[in-house]
C-alpha cells in the first residue's frame, strides 16, 4: 500500500469548512484513497472513499487531484462533534484486508 | 442490531497471565479482524479472518491467538501476558462490499487491557 502523510494536527472554527490534506505520491493506479475516523478513543467510523473521482455523500466530499498525489477531505459544516482523529489510507481492493491506520490528523474544531 | 461488541471493556493482568478477549457480531460479516492501538498511536492490524476456519495474521501478530469456528465470534487469545501488550484493542468486521464496493469496517467500542 502507499505511504500517506498528513499534517500531525489542525483547527477548525465551528461552522466553517475543514479542509483535511492527505499526500500519497507513490499511489498506484489500483488503490483507493479511504478516509476514516475516531472519536474519543471510540473504534474508527468510515466516512468516505474514492479512485480517482471527486465524491460525496452525507458525511462529508473527497477530492482527488488529477494525479491522485493528494487529495483532500472536506467537511463543509464542521461541528463540535467532529472533533475526532481522521486517517486517510490507502488500499489496493486486493489487499484491503489489511487496512493500517496511521496516526492520522487530530482536527479540534472549536466554538 | 447489536453490531459488534466487545468484552471484557478493561482488563488487569499481570504478567504471564493469559486471557481472551471476546467478539461477536450479529450482521453475519465474513471478514472480521482485531487492531491494538497504542497511546498516541494509530491501530495496528494484530489478526484477520475472511470467513469461519480461515484466519490470517496481521501486521503485529506475535504474542496472539485466534481462531474462527462461527461467523459470529472472532476471540483473540493472549498466551502469556507481557507489558507490552497494554493497549487498547478493537475488533472489526466488514459485510459484503455493497454498489459503492466500499471496504466498510464496523468497529467494536474497544477492550482496554493492562499489563502490569
Known amino acids: 500500500d502507499a505511504k500517506t502523510t498528513q499534517p500531525p494536527s489542525m483547527d477548525c472554527a465551528e461552522g466553517r469548512a475543514a479542509n483535511l490534506p492527505c499526500n500519497h505520491s507513490?499511489?498506484?493506479?489500483?488503490?483507493?484513497v479511504y478516509w476514516y475516523r475516531q472519536i474519543h478513543s471510540q473504534g474508527p467510523q468510515y466516512i468516505i472513499h474514492g479512485l480517482k473521482n471527486n465524491e460525496t455523500n452525507e458525511m462529508a466530499s473527497l477530492i482527488i487531484t488529477e494525479d491522485r498525489k493528494s487529495s483532500t477531505l472536506i467537511l463543509p459544516h464542521a461541528t463540535l462533534r467532529d472533533t475526532a482523529v481522521y486517517y486517510c489510507?490507502?488500499?489496493?481492493?486486493?489487499?484491503?484486508?489489511?487496512?493500517?491506520f496511521g496516526a492520522g490528523t487530530t482536527v479540534t474544531v472549536r466554538a | 442490531n447489536a453490531g459488534v461488541t466487545q468484552t471484557p471493556k478493561f482488563q488487569v493482568l499481570k504478567t504471564g497471565q493469559s486471557m481472551t478477549l471476546q467478539c461477536a457480531q450479529d450482521?453475519?460479516?465474513?471478514?472480521m479482524s482485531w487492531y491494538r492501538q497504542d497511546p498516541g498511536m494509530g491501530l495496528r492490524l494484530i489478526h484477520y479472518?475472511?470467513?469461519?476456519?480461515?484466519?490470517d495474521q496481521g501486521e503485529v501478530p506475535n504474542g496472539y491467538n485466534v481462531s474462527r469456528s462461527t461467523t459470529e465470534d472472532f476471540p483473540l487469545r493472549l498466551l502469556s501476558a507481557a507489558p507490552s501488550q497494554t493497549s487498547v484493542y478493537f475488533c472489526?468486521?466488514?459485510?459484503?462490499?455493497?454498489?459503492?464496493?466500499?471496504?466498510?469496517?464496523?468497529f467494536g467500542a474497544g477492550s482496554r487491557l493492562t499489563v502490569l
Open positions: 507513490t499511489i498506484s493506479g489500483n488503490e483507493y
Open positions: 472489526a468486521s466488514r459485510g459484503d462490499r455493497g454498489v459503492s464496493g466500499a471496504n466498510v469496517l464496523t
Open positions: 479472518s475472511v470467513g469461519a476456519g480461515i484466519t
Open positions: 450482521m453475519n460479516h465474513e471478514y
Open positions: 489510507i490507502v488500499t489496493a481492493r486486493s489487499n484491503d484486508y489489511k487496512l493500517s
